[in-house]
């Protein structure tokens, strides 16, 4: 199995929650693995944040205080640019089938353990490494 470190283009990894604290375990559990975490707290500011870093992946919880992210995913995979990044979604409550249908990546429910999303985001990169063209 590849680790984060072999996975060159999976370097950039967008955090989008609004609690603080858990953003900072997320970026150092991530970091960790050799992954550049990059936090934006704020839903409305997905799209654009994620035309400037080009992320490989999208980390972002279902519900913030500003508004749930479900309509963020629509917005993303509607985007010519940025619709192959995968997204995957948390929650503290399965909303995986909501998520699915406005087409998130993967779901992971909350509260994970820190080997099952780098377990999942290796997974991701391997799905992206593995698509054609």
Not at 30 to 58: C, H, M, N, T
Not at 104 to 122: G, H, S
Request: glycine share 4%; with cysteine.
């Amino acid at each position: 199995m590849q680790t984060a470190m072999e996975i060159r283009h999976m370097d950039k990894i967008l955090i989008v929650d609004d609690d603080q604290v858990f953003c900072g375990l997320l970026k150092t559990v991530l970091e960790f693995e050799g992954y550049e975490a990059i936090v934006e707290p704020d839903p409305e500011a997905v799209v654009s944040k994620a035309r400037e870093v080009q992320p490989a992946l999208i980390l972002m919880d279902v519900h913030s205080e500003k508004r749930d992210t479900l309509g963020v995913v629509r917005e993303l995979k509607a985007d010519e640019a940025l619709r192959n990044i995968p997204v995957v979604m948390t929650s503290g409550m399965d909303r995986s089938p909501e998520c699915e249908k406005v087409g998130a990546d993967a779901f992971i429910l909350k509260p994970f353990r820190p080997d099952e999303l780098t377990r999942l985001v290796a997974a991701m990169a391997q799905k992206q490494t593995t698509k054609p063209g």
